[in-house]
């Protein structure tokens, strides 16, 4: 089965965008839009896994309060780190 790759970014992006908190809708929102471009089919994938990680654990690895997240990968990690939220 062949999973077409604008239905995932699509898919991704209203995933990133509706959380269920403010603040987290407008930073993974903004952080989707910014990135899913550069993103190959396999980053895609890994995308999906770290966003269903919860919230609270995303907000604190964004503040450094977390160093990395068990089972997601290290180069998304780094670039949601150096993401530049602008509100």
């Not at 990133?16 to 903004?30: F, I, N, P, V």
């Given at each position: 089965?062949?999973?077409?790759?604008?239905?995932?970014?699509?898919?991704?992006?209203?995933?990133?965008?509706?959380?269920?908190?403010?603040?987290?809708?407008?930073?993974?929102?903004?952080?989707?839009?910014?990135s899913i471009e550069?993103?190959?089919?396999?980053?895609?994938?890994?995308?999906?896994?770290?966003?269903?990680?919860?919230?609270?654990?995303?907000?604190?690895?964004?503040?450094?309060?977390?160093?990395?997240?068990?089972?997601?990968?290290?180069?998304?990690?780094?670039?949601?780190?150096?993401?530049?939220?602008?509100?």
């Amino acid at each position: 089965m062949k999973i077409d790759i604008d239905k995932l970014k699509k898919r991704l992006i209203y995933r990133s965008t509706y959380r269920g908190t403010r603040e987290m809708d407008k930073l993974l929102g903004s952080f989707v839009q910014n990135s899913i471009e550069k993103l190959d089919s396999l980053q895609l994938y890994e995308l999906e896994k770290f966003l269903s990680v919860d919230d609270d654990t995303l907000y604190k690895l964004y503040n450094n309060q977390i160093e990395t997240i068990k089972n997601i990968n290290k180069d998304l990690i780094q670039l949601y780190k150096l993401h530049k939220y602008k509100k």
